[in-house]
């Protein structure tokens, strides 16, 4: 992946141009733009085409603390305008954490012919089963929706229980449409392995992410456990949980880091990290972003979800960095 060794050490503008220009491929126009606080954003290659990275920066008027105030304010800073639900998990979980997930109409009309191999939702084979022998197939679609809210409310609750115990050996194994016995954690390790300079140049996130439940952060980190909706255009909903971890290395003392890993989508994503850099800039910040997600077999062709959905990040990151702006 690209050398984020070099952007993370950033601490004045030039070595942050160099990085730009030498690894991004910015030009002298890009470059300006960024400066004037406009977001400039690239969608990056990547080794395996399921992969998709999307790069972007910009500036923001308020410095790092202040940015990282709002940040660590979880139940408003996770909240944005493509995140139709959003909640946040306890510790122990419970099913009051989940009382707003709402399975989308369309899946549910589509659930009752899910098997292993071919099923429209993310799901491991055990729960497909479970799904097909508990529910009441000939109920109104109004009650079949009710009865497979409450299945995945319990199931949440369950498997984020089992996560916070097991770390990633808890994760889900997908059985859907195209896959067979795809581990969600060997997904994860994937695109960690593609971004090698994160966990090099900081080697606590990487610690903490491979030993989860059994590393610590130093004093003062925060990290948060959360189910959302998100909405793209084009595409179905998609619910997920995600593991967010907010701190400053010890290793880099001049920048803070909001790093995140998907543990659980039901649609197009067999994994996905986020990582925020909040980098001190005279007078504010520049906030530099990496999203890396790994799609399940998406067709190209006359459908080209896949252009879609990529299509969809990149606009939504160039969305979420105005918005960041705006806000801080």
């Keep these: 992946?690209?050398?984020?060794?070099?952007?993370?050490?950033?601490?004045?503008?030039?070595?942050?141009?160099?990085?730009?220009?030498?690894?991004?491929?910015?030009?002298?126009?890009?470059?300006?733009?960024?400066?004037?606080?406009?977001?400039?954003?690239?969608?990056?290659?990547?080794?395996?085409?399921?992969?998709?990275?999307?790069?972007?920066?910009?500036?923001?008027?308020?410095?790092?603390?202040?940015?990282?105030?709002?940040?660590?304010?979880?139940?408003?800073?996770?909240?944005?305008p493509n995140r139709t639900q959003l909640g946040i998990f306890g510790n122990p979980a419970t099913e009051a954490d989940v009382a707003a997930v709402t399975i989308n109409s369309r899946d549910v009309s589509e659930m009752k012919n899910c098997k292993p191999g071919d099923c429209v939702v993310k799901l491991p084979a055990t729960d497909m089963r479970r799904i097909h022998d508990e529910m009441n197939w000939s109920a109104s679609p109004?009650?079949?929706?009710?009865?497979?809210?409450?299945?995945?409310?319990?199931?949440?609750?369950?498997?984020?229980?089992?996560?916070?115990?097991?770390?990633?050996?808890?994760?889900?194994?997908?059985?859907?449409?195209g896959n067979m016995n795809m581990r969600a954690s060997d997904a994860v390790a994937a695109q960690f392995a593609e971004s090698p300079y994160i966990y090099q140049t900081v080697p606590s996130l990487r610690s903490y992410f491979t030993d989860y439940p059994h590393g610590s952060l130093p004093a003062g980190a925060a990290e948060v456990l959360f189910w959302s909706e998100d909405v793209m255009p084009r595409l179905r909903p998609i619910?997920?949980?995600?593991?967010?971890?907010?701190?400053?290395?010890?290793?880099?003392?001049?920048?803070?880091?909001?790093?995140?890993?998907?543990?659980?989508?039901?649609?197009?994503?067999?994994?996905?990290?986020?990582?925020?850099?909040?980098?001190?800039?005279?007078?504010?910040?520049?906030?530099?972003?990496?999203?890396?997600?790994?799609?399940?077999?998406l067709p190209g062709g006359i459908l080209n979800i896949r252009g879609r959905a990529i299509g969809a990040l990149r606009d939504q990151l160039i969305s979420d960095l105005k918005r960041q702006q705006g806000q801080h």
């Design 142 to 177: 109004a009650d079949l929706q009710t009865q497979l809210n409450a299945y995945a409310r319990r199931r949440l609750v369950e498997y984020v229980t089992d996560y916070r115990q097991r770390g990633d050996s808890a994760m889900a194994i997908y059985d859907d449409r």
């Design 239 to 297: 619910l997920s949980v995600t593991h967010l971890v907010v701190y400053t290395p010890p290793e880099l003392p001049g920048m803070t880091l909001a790093a995140s890993k998907q543990i659980y989508a039901n649609h197009y994503f067999e994994a996905a990290m986020d990582l925020t850099a909040v980098v001190e800039r005279s007078p504010g910040s520049y906030l530099v972003v990496l999203r890396r997600y790994r799609f399940d077999n």
């Design 1 to 80: 992946m690209l050398p984020l060794l070099l952007l993370l050490q950033v601490t004045a503008p030039p070595q942050l141009t160099s990085f730009l220009q030498q690894n991004i491929g910015f030009d002298a126009q890009q470059l300006a733009a960024i400066e004037r606080g406009e977001p400039v954003v690239k969608v990056l290659e990547t080794r395996d085409r399921r992969d998709v990275a999307v790069f972007g920066v910009i500036t923001t008027p308020d410095g790092r603390e202040p940015y990282v105030r709002a940040l660590r304010d979880f139940p408003t800073s996770l909240r944005t």
